[in-house]
C-alpha cells in the first residue's frame, strides 16, 4: 500500500505516493507524459515492503499546487531544480532516482548535473538525451519516430487531445496502461491548465541542451515495441556513461514497461538496487 503525501518546496507543493519508512534508504521516481505518480504504484508499494522509502511525486504542471503558467517554467533547469528541492525537503543527501520518459529525461540529465547527490539511476524507455540527439541526426528512422513531438507544439493540441474523453490520449497508450489509469491521466489532464502545463515540457525543449555523460552506476531498461524510441538511441547510450552501466533491453515489450510489465521491471530495479541498507 502507499500513502499520498504532500511536498511543499519553494516551487509550490508537488502531490505524491510514498511507501516505506522515512528512516529506509530512500528512491525517488518521476514519472513521464502523458501520465502521474499513478504510474509507479506498483513499484513503490513493492520498494517499501522492500525496505526502501519510494516517494513518487507528480511533477511540475501534473500538481495543482505546482502548475506556473509560462512555457519557460517548464525548462529542464527547473525539472532538475525541483528534484533537487523535493530530495532536499524529504531530508535526503542521498538518493537513487529511477525515471520513465519525460522523468527518465529529467532523470538523466539531474545524474549528470548531480552526481553526488545519487547513488544510483535507472531510466526507463528513454535513452540519454545525447544518444537520442546523435540519432535523429543520423538515423532516418529516430526522426520518423520523434514526429509526434511537432503536433504537440500546436496551439491545438490540448483541444485534440482530449477531445472525445480523451480519445486520441487512449490511442498514445496503446492501450497497455491498466484502463483505471488511463482513465484517471485523462481525469487529471481535464483539469484547468493542466494539458497545457504538461505539454509545456514539449514546447520548452527549444532551451534545453543534452548533459554530459553520467557518472553513476546506471540500468537502462528498453522495450523493443518502444514507439517512441528506436534500437539506434538505445544501444547508443552505453557512450553517455562512464560510471557500471546496465541495459536490460526487453522483447516485445513498448514503451509503457512501468504498467506493462510491472512485476518484471520491479525485479530489475531490486535487483539494481542491491540491498536496502544505506
Known amino acids: 500500500m502507499s500513502d499520498h503525501i504532500q511536498i511543499t ?23 513521464g507524459f502523458p501520465q502521474a505518480s499513478t504510474e509507479w504504484v ?13 516517494v513518487a511525486p507528480d511533477q511540475r504542471g501534473y500538481s495543482p499546487g505546482c502548475r506556473p503558467p509560462d512555457v519557460a517554467d517548464y525548462k529542464m533547469d527547473e525539472l532538475i531544480g525541483d528534484v533537487i528541492a ?9 538518493f537513487d532516482l529511477v525515471g520513465h520518459d519525460w522523468g527518465a529525461a529529467v532523470a538523466w540529465h539531474t545524474a549528470a548535473e548531480h552526481p553526488e547527490r545519487l547513488r544510483s539511476l535507472t531510466a526507463v524507455s528513454a535513452p540519454h538525451p545525447a ?24 496551439r491545438s493540441a490540448e483541444k485534440r487531445l482530449l477531445a472525445d474523453n480523451g480519445a486520441a490520449l487512449r490511442q498514445l497508450f496503446e492501450y497497455r496502461p491498466p ?17 497545457t502545463a504538461a505539454l509545456n515540457w514539449y514546447r520548452a525543449m527549444k532551451w534545453n541542451v543534452p548533459p554530459d555523460a553520467v557518472s553513476v552506476p546506471t540500468m537502462f531498461v528498453w522495450g523493443t515495441e518502444d514507439v517512441a524510441f528506436g534500437s539506434t ?33 520491479t525485479a530489475l530495479l531490486l535487483d539494481h538496487l542491491g540491498s536496502p541498507v544505506s
Open 9 to 31: 518546496t519553494p516551487a509550490g507543493t508537488f502531490d505524491a505516493l510514498s511507501a516505506g519508512d522515512p528512516g529506509d534508504r530512500p528512491v525517488l521516481l518521476l514519472h
Open 42 to 54: 506498483h513499484q513503490v508499494a513493492e520498494l517499501g515492503r522492500s525496505g526502501f522509502h519510494a
Open 86 to 94: 523535493i530530495a532536499d525537503e524529504l531530508g535526503w543527501s542521498r
Open 131 to 154: 544518444a537520442i540527439a546523435r540519432a535523429y541526426k543520423e538515423d532516418e528512422d529516430q526522426r520518423l519516430r520523434s514526429q509526434y513531438i511537432s503536433v504537440f507544439h500546436e
Open 179 to 195: 484502463r483505471s489509469h488511463i482513465d484517471d491521466y485523462i481525469s487529471r489532464l481535464s483539469e484547468d491548465g493542466a494539458m
Open 233 to 265: 538511441a538505445a544501444l547508443g547510450c552505453d557512450k553517455w556513461v562512464t560510471g557500471a552501466y546496465r541495459f536490460e533491453m526487453l522483447e516485445d515489450l513498448t514503451h509503457w514497461i512501468p504498467e506493462e510489465a510491472p512485476e518484471a521491471l
